[in-house]
């Protein structure tokens, strides 16, 4: 260990020389604000708006930390875009410019779940993955699976890292599958006969030795949720793109069960154990798949007495199965192994999941803890069968007993305080609320109540601001005059404002729809309406479309959700941001509706604890997208009058950045046109 480091300012100062920066207020503040949390393990949420270099702010002084302290600091991220920002780009710079003042190179590892790695053992003919029903019947998906496993096994004898994001282009879920285990089923290293090149145990061992270890939040999550360890020992977590934290949690809490789940079980146990045990599951499987025909897809408030019936059975099916198959014997060859253990995973994947679907409708909806909704599509060219998938109404107490309650954690993103507070987002995180807002939001989603001691866990929140002058470089404009939106596709009027805006504008338009039959409707409408191309989402992948829009300032860009949080294009490109209504949940949203439902038999205010807090989440990332640079102009327009005329318009507004806002259109048109004229 280093005798002494330099001060923290001095190696900020170093880092941002190093990537040909100039230090912000915000990058010094939020740095100094991690140094303290990491000091003192008090956590912290820090808002950073776009430009301010967060990413050094956090990373310095956690790279300071885990040197000075021989530790390891891990950073989760939301999206694949800043895992290779931070890898590819950041850290290696960090690394070579801290080398020298810290006397030794900080060293630094990403690691992913174990299904995210080739297995060789698989690879090199270990039991393989059961296909499921609809690949067995279609002899063009067997066709392409058979191609892409192939390529799979070309790829192995090349690739040193063996992660599926190598691969490009990528090949689909089934055939990775084919090349890959979970972490329930692999043999693990000291009884795999390959398992001194596993590709995950490498990466695993490599990020045991880092300083720091990049990752992802469902990975976080799955140690959170794990009996086993997954991540390296750590005592600093820091969740970047934190304002997405509570979905990726909750996606990787979520079960599933379908009857094509329930038949691969049958056929990997049916190996192993005698035919009529192996049989009774799969007649279960066979009974849950004529009973899920019969139920309507999306939530389910009460389960059906034969569908319980069923789903105990199931339930009892898959683990007298488990008790059949028995203890592993000793002596057993790996191959034999590996098949009991992917059998007893897809065992303990339908036993696990029919339980919480049962317990699911135990309670009342005031304690009731999971919501369990049906999917299923027959009517498409893609039909899927029906499946039921069970998920936490809420993470709040996962996160404060296993991140809050284990590791000093600092959460930072763009967008954090919704409604002019961070009380939102802390309510869904689990943190006791220790801020008040100018629009009170009541009532909680959480399975228990916020600790009485609130001092056990003690959090500041911070907004560093953002070095862009929102006032004065951009226009909030309210499109009061319009009629609300409507059910049935954008209103006439909507689409003629849009059309008035993008011919102001000359084109350089990014439209953030509510749906994709809107942003199709704007597109097959501005079309035939203005002279520039106008591209949609789904007509291409959007990473070339993107880059598409990017490159001529002429084009438009229509999309939805994805579109909200993904875009980053600075410069003239860009000068409108659209967006056609204030996007709420769908009202048949399973997970949000069955939410508000908990907070409103508790007593709170449902439509903005959950509700209102999606959308001002959704609104403030869309608005984002305007300003990514420090030349930046432009307007972000909202097409849905109720952000202006209703109640709850305010804590809306308090979300969204400070611009200056109006409701004229002629004033907006004359702004687009000078800007486009501008830059002309």
């Known amino acids: 260990m280093p005798d002494s480091l330099p001060p923290l300012g001095e190696l900020l100062a170093t880092a941002v020389g190093a990537v040909g920066g100039a230090e912000r207020p915000g990058q010094v503040k939020m740095a100094e604000a ?92 270990g039991p393989a993955d059961d296909p499921d029903d609809q690949v067995l019947f279609d002899p063009f998906a067997i066709s392409r699976l058979g191609r892409e496993v192939t390529r799979l096994r070309e790829w192995a004898s090349d690739t040193e890292l063996g992660d599926r994001d190598e691969l490009v282009p990528g090949v689909s879920e089934q055939s990775w599958r084919q090349v890959s285990v979970s972490a329930r089923e692999c043999l693990g290293a000291a009884r795999c006969p390959i398992g001194t090149d596993c590709f995950a145990e490498k990466a695993r061992a490599e990020a045991g030795r880092a300083d720091v270890v990049v990752t992802n939040h469902a ?100 683990q007298h199965c488990v008790t059949a198959i028995g203890p592993e014997k000793r002596g057993n060859e790996p191959d034999a192994v590996s098949a009991r253990k992917q059998a007893l995973a897809a ?44 998920a936490p109404l809420n993470v709040a107490g996962l996160l404060r007993e296993k991140l809050f309650g284990e590791n000093t954690t600092v959460l930072t993103s763009a967008t954090l305080t919704l409604g002019g507070s961070f009380d939102a987002l802390a309510r869904q995180w689990g943190l006791p609320v220790a801020q008040s807002s100018g629009v009170k939001v009541e009532g909680t989603a959480i399975d228990k109540e916020a600790p009485a001691d609130e001092g056990r866990i003690r959090w500041t929140g911070m907004d560093v601001g953002s070095p862009f002058d929102h006032a004065k470089s951009g226009i909030l404009y309210l499109a009061r005059h319009l009629p609300p939106p409507g059910r049935d596709g954008l209103p006439p009027a909507y689409l003629d404002e849009l059309r008035e805006l993008v011919e102001a504008a000359g084109g350089r338009t990014l439209g953030l729809f509510s749906s994709m039959r809107a942003a199709k409707q704007a597109a097959a409408q501005l079309r035939e309406a203005v002279d520039g191309e106008i591209l ?81 989440l959704l609104l403030a990332q869309g608005a984002g997208r305007l300003l990514r640079s420090m030349d930046d102009r432009g307007i972000v327009a909202i097409l849905d009058p109720r952000l202006s005329t209703a109640r709850y318009g305010g804590f809306l507004r308090a979300s969204l950045p400070p611009f200056w806002s109006t409701t004229d259109p002629a004033v907006v048109r004359g702004a687009l046109r000078r800007l486009d004229a501008a830059a002309s």
């Not at 949720?225 to 991540?231: D, Y």
């Not at 490159?551 to 860009?557: D, K, Q, R, Y």
């Open 34 to 125: 991690v140094q303290a949390a990491i000091r003192t393990g008090e956590h912290l949420a820090v808002q950073a708006g776009t430009g301010t270099g967060k990413s050094l702010a956090y990373l310095v002084p956690s790279i300071r930390h885990a040197v000075e302290k021989g530790s390891t600091v891990v950073i989760s991220t939301a999206t694949i875009a800043l895992q290779r920002q931070l890898v590819d780009r950041d850290l290696p710079r960090l690394a070579k410019a801290l080398a020298k003042p810290l006397k030794r190179t900080p060293t630094f590892a990403i690691l992913k779940g174990r299904r995210n790695y080739l297995c060789l053992h698989k690879l090199d003919g």
């Open 219 to 318: 990975l976080l999550a799955i140690d959170a949720l794990g009996t086993a360890q997954v991540l390296p020992e750590h005592d600093v977590v820091v969740v970047d793109e934190a304002h997405d934290l509570v979905d990726r949690v909750t996606s990787a809490a979520t079960g599933e069960l379908s009857a094509a789940a329930v038949s691969i079980a049958a056929r990997r146990v049916g190996r192993l154990v005698e035919e009529d045990i192996a049989d009774r599951l799969a007649e279960s499987g066979d009974g849950l798949a004529m009973l899920l025909e019969d139920v309507a897809v999306g939530r389910m408030d009460a389960l059906p007495d034969p569908l319980r019936v069923t789903l105990t059975a199931l339930r009892d099916a898959a």
């Open 536 to 616: 949609c989402q789904g007509e291409d992948s959007t990473s070339l479309l993107v880059g598409k829009f990017a490159e001529n300032p002429a084009t438009c860009l229509f999309g939805t959700l994805s579109l909200w949080q993904g875009v980053d294009v600075p410069g003239p490109s860009l000068s409108l941001v659209v967006m056609d209504r204030i996007p709420f949940p769908r009202p048949d949203d399973p997970l949000a509706s069955a939410r508000q439902r908990a907070v409103e038999a508790r007593g709170g205010n449902g439509f903005l604890t959950v509700a209102a807090t999606h959308a001002a």
């Open 347 to 390: 065992l303990e994947d339908v036993h696990d999941t029919a339980v919480r679907v049962l317990e699911a409708f135990e309670t009342d909806t005031a304690h009731q803890r999971d919501v369990v909704w049906v999917t299923g599509d027959f009517g498409s060219q893609n039909p899927r069968p029906p499946t039921m998938r069970v």
